[in-house]
């Protein structure tokens, strides 16, 4: 048997779980790790910029691939320096392993150099975590930490790896190393229960006015094909959450887009006067809900998802079904009979018809035109990563995505500078796709010196900064929700990014005129070494709708002022819905939506 | 229908969490408690017959869903083996109480009696005090405090609730 050192070994456990990037930066109490990793040929590891960034790049990698993402850092200030992209990582069940050095076990709880309690820290933000204690338990630890990380709901697990466990030498066989160890206490339920599965099939053929509300868990599980199946058959409507998106092609005619806050007019009303909703791998955010005694209060509840604390944690639920979303739903199949369109698709086709997702094509670089541009542009094909804020809710409103993992934005959390360095990421797991990080001028702010990175691994990330100049979102609440008082949201200070792209070796372009979007677009794209920086200049009083206040039902939904000049210019040719004579089909459902 | 998860009527529940007896799972489980809001009447813990697994007793108050939620998390917590809520009354709690109590010479035979009553024993006696120790459900120790009050209890620890279902039923 050969003999290690903890840090040896711990790559060896690394390489044999499939990590192809390692995310990190290094520091005191991981030095072995490092001196390690300096001829370990297998894994490439990325240097950061800052410990944030390296949680973002494991957290955007994993969301492209399925795949377990991993961050490694230094102790102290390091360790929490990765503590918001685990937090992310853990409000979006994504599977990340977080490595950090500590110091050693012999100086632990007597405040050493550069020691925090990453442990205590991390614990409510992590799946789980581990402090490493002897050199031995790495190989259990880190198989455990990876297992628990992908399967079940997925979620990050931080192991804390203190400089004398990874300096350790012991013997150790790698071939002994076990992948997906049994946890006696730690058994995820997969497979639904067979009776509550019938049971739902019987609710979709009684219902009258059934919704699909679909979310993260099916894009984890991978169930697009059985969620476009269900909906088919049964002509059942869809909706995703911002997580979602991608469960269903967004341009298939049974997608109603997102629900929520900023959701489309037509998927809300469809969610508030269904009698049925199948919630698929969501959990019923205020997001999604707001006022909870208003949300879908005339539909008995099917919630198919993989954890059981979901289930009726936040509404009341008759149908529950624990288990892996794709797999519930391949069974259910097998019940679910062919489902005329009715009525009620008629309706919601109206509601579409009436009000659209739409913004003026005046001429003027609306950020809304901007982003309906890189969907045109890049023929729907890109992976879009985001930042947090309008420009996160106009690209999730106009970018349709056609397939899971291409939509990745910080939902849970909402992390502002989450998209440079998910975006990079995404570019590492996927060399040869075009992926666009659409990010706010203030979001971009929070994580730019990432863009370094992005430099030195010649990825051609392109970054269309949606720059109004201002901390958008929250201006936009303040001038709906606190009088027009503006406090401290002006963004007119801010570097030249033009500029700012020049400094860092990557390209940047300005755009201005409505005209120069596709041009542009089309020369990032035609780059494949380099980062590019679009910063597109769009107005900056303008605001996301529609838009259910916070705590708040479809009652209090606010339209734009315009849409009924702007009705005219959609085009409803090509619906597969005809929509003569539907002011009655209106009047026979529980309720009128609020303005008709 | 869909509606408010959040309301219904409080009840005091036991829960039983065996969990692998490794540190830091105090840690978890009150972290879990204080992070999503729930209250924690008493909790006791201590290893089972089985070294590598332990025993944790809490009594937490809440309407049904509430108690589900925190059921349902703490077994989510990976070093959770396994949860049993004893709902109300169908499993035999016990706790343990050392009472120290003013004991003046006029009154000891008095307390001595109730404590008789109690099946308390005095276990050390000062002159001016007696330590007695009880054990039983929370409602008799309740009510033996209740009586020592009067005579000035000048220091009470209890142990929480510990508790185990009746039969050959186990956790
Ligand atoms: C780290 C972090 N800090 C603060 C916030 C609160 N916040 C939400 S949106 C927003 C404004 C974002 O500005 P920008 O990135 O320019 O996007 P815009 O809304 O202008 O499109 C702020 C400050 C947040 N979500 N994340
Ligand atoms: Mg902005």
């Given at each position: 048997m050969p003999r290690m050192s903890g840090a040896q070994i711990l790559l060896e456990c690394l390489r044999q779980e499939g990590v192809e990037y390692i995310f990190g930066y290094p520091g005191g109490a991981v030095l072995p790790i490092y001196d390690a990793l300096y001829?370990?040929?297998?894994i490439k590891h990325i240097l950061v910029r800052h410990e944030q960034g390296a949680a973002h790049m494991a957290d955007g990698y994993a969301r492209a691939t399925g795949k377990v993402g991993v961050c490694l850092a230094t102790s102290g200030p390091a360790a929490t320096n990765l503590v918001t992209g685990i937090a992310t990582a853990q409000m979006d069940s994504i599977p990340m392993v977080a490595l950090t050095g500590q110091v050693r076990t012999t100086n632990i709880g007597k405040d050493a150099f550069q020691e925090t309690d990453a442990i205590g820290i991390t614990m409510p933000i992590t799946k789980h975590n581990y402090l490493l204690k002897r050199t031995e338990d790495i190989p259990r630890v880190i198989a455990e930490a990876f297992y628990i990380a992908r399967s079940g709901r997925p979620g990050p697990v931080l192991v804390d790896i203190p400089l004398d466990v990874s300096l350790g030498k012991i013997e150790w066989d790698p071939s002994q190393y076990e992948k997906d160890p049994d946890i006696p206490s730690y058994r995820p339920t997969y497979k639904g229960h067979e009776m509550q599965i019938r049971k739902a099939a019987q609710a979709i053929r009684e219902a009258k006015r059934p919704i699909l509300y679909v979310g993260g868990g099916a894009v984890q599980s991978g169930a697009q094909e059985e969620v476009t199946e269900l909906s088919e058959r049964t002509n059942i409507l869809v909706t995703t959450t911002l997580m979602g998106k991608g469960a269903i092609d967004e341009t298939h005619p049974n997608s109603l887009g997102m629900l929520g806050m900023h959701g489309t007019a037509y998927a809300n009303y469809a969610v508030h006067n269904c009698d049925l909703l199948i919630a698929v791998g969501a959990r019923f955010d205020d997001r999604v809900t707001g006022k909870l005694d208003q949300f879908a209060k005339y539909a008995k509840v099917i919630h198919i998802d993989i954890?059981?604390?979901?289930?009726?944690?936040v509404v009341h639920c008759d149908i529950p079904i624990v288990g892996d979303v794709k797999t519930v739903l391949r069974e259910l199949l097998k019940y679910v009979e062919p489902r005329p369109a009715t009525e009620w698709n008629r309706q919601i086709m109206e509601w579409k018809r009436k009000f659209p997702l739409v913004y003026p094509k005046d001429g003027q670089m609306h950020a809304e035109f901007v982003i309906d541009e890189i969907w045109r542009v890049t023929e729907g094909n890109a992976i879009i990563t985001t930042g947090v804020g309008q420009h996160q809710m106009w690209a999730a409103q106009y970018y349709k995505v056609k397939r899971p993992r291409q939509f990745i934005t910080s939902g849970g959390l909402g992390t502002m500078g989450y998209g440079l360095p998910a975006a990079i990421g995404v570019q590492l797991a996927l060399p040869n796709e075009t992926v666009v990080c659409i990010d706010g001028d203030g979001s971009f702010q929070m994580t730019v010196q990432e863009l370094m990175t992005a430099v030195v691994y010649e990825l051609p990330v392109i970054v269309a900064i949606i720059n109004n100049r201002s901390l958008g979102m929250v201006r936009q609440w303040q001038e709906l929700f606190w009088s027009e008082r503006y406090s401290e949201v002006d963004l007119q200070a801010s570097p030249d990014f033009v500029k700012l792209a020049d400094a860092y070796g990557a390209i940047g372009m300005r755009v201005?005129?409505?005209?120069d979007v596709e041009p542009a677009m089309r020369e990032a794209m035609s780059q494949r070494k380099k980062p590019v920086i679009i910063d597109f200049v769009v107005p900056t009083e303008e605001n996301v709708y529609p838009m259910i206040p916070s705590g708040q039902s479809i009652e209090q939904m606010m339209l734009r002022k315009d849409l009924e000049q702007l009705?005219?210019?959609?085009?409803?040719?090509?619906?597969?819905?005809?929509?003569?004579?539907?002011e009655q089909i209106l009047r026979q459902f529980v309720e009128q939506p609020a303005r008709q | 229908m869909a509606g408010n998860a959040q309301n219904g009527r409080e009840h005091q529940h036991t829960i039983t969490a065996l969990v692998?007896?490794?540190?830091g799972v105090l840690a978890r489980v009150a972290g879990l408690f204080a992070r999503r809001g729930y209250n924690i009447e008493s909790l006791a813990v201590s290893v089972t017959e089985n070294p590598d697994i332990s025993r944790m007793t809490i009594v937490a108050r809440g309407d049904d869903r509430v108690l589900e939620q925190i059921t349902k998390q703490l077994n989510k917590l990976i070093e959770v083996i396994r949860v049993v809520d004893y709902v109300e009354h169908s499993a035999i709690e016990r706790e343990l109480a050392l009472i120290k109590v003013n004991a003046e010479p006029k009154n000891r035979s008095e307390i001595l009696q109730l404590a008789e009553v109690f099946r308390g024993r005095v276990i050390d006696v000062s002159e001016k005090t007696f330590l007695i120790e009880l054990t039983g459900g929370p409602e008799k120790i309740d009510a033996f405090a209740r009586l020592m009050a009067p005579y000035g209890i000048r220091e009470m620890a209890r142990t929480g609730v510990i508790a185990m279902a009746r039969g050959t039923k186990t956790a």
């Open positions: 001829d370990f040929r297998d954890d059981p604390a979901e289930i009726g944690k201005t005129e409505p005209e009705r005219a210019t959609v085009d409803t040719d090509g619906e597969e819905w005809s929509f003569a004579d539907q | 692998q007896n490794h540190p």
